[in-house]
């Protein structure tokens, strides 16, 4: 009854940029935390950033300065903007959002179905 859908994956070279979106749909009172995660091939999972509905972010070590996570809260929304990307950003993006169901009132841990993020060097 709920979803999350990641957009803006795709193909750059090393240096270059992309946006990152998700957009979570369906019977929803309120969402939070928000959050990215990765997962290189051969790889664990790992979290990138996070973001709560008041503003407040987190971001693993090896983004700060180069990934900026954002919130459009009135269009359930979350964005990541990667710039100065490194070969070792490739991997497949996730999207995780901690929401609270409208007509169940219970509350999911969501997953979206991921993007792939591949840099070049």
């Known amino acids: 009854q709920v979803q999350l859908v990641e957009s803006g994956g795709g193909l750059v070279q090393a240096g270059g940029s992309l946006r990152l979106s998700c957009v979570a749909s369906?019977?929803?009172?309120?969402?939070?935390?928000m959050g990215w995660y990765r997962q290189a091939p051969g790889k664990q999972r790992e979290l990138v950033a996070t973001a709560t509905s008041g503003g407040s972010t987190n971001y693993v070590d090896s983004v700060k300065g180069r990934f900026t996570i954002s919130r459009d809260n009135a269009k359930n929304t979350m964005y990541l903007q990667m710039n100065s990307l490194k070969p070792e950003d490739t991997a497949v993006y996730y999207c995780n959002a901690g929401i609270w169901n409208s007509r169940t009132y219970r509350y999911l841990d969501v997953w979206g179905q991921g993007t792939l993020v591949t840099v070049s060097s």
């Open positions: 369906g019977s929803i009172f309120s969402i939070n935390p």
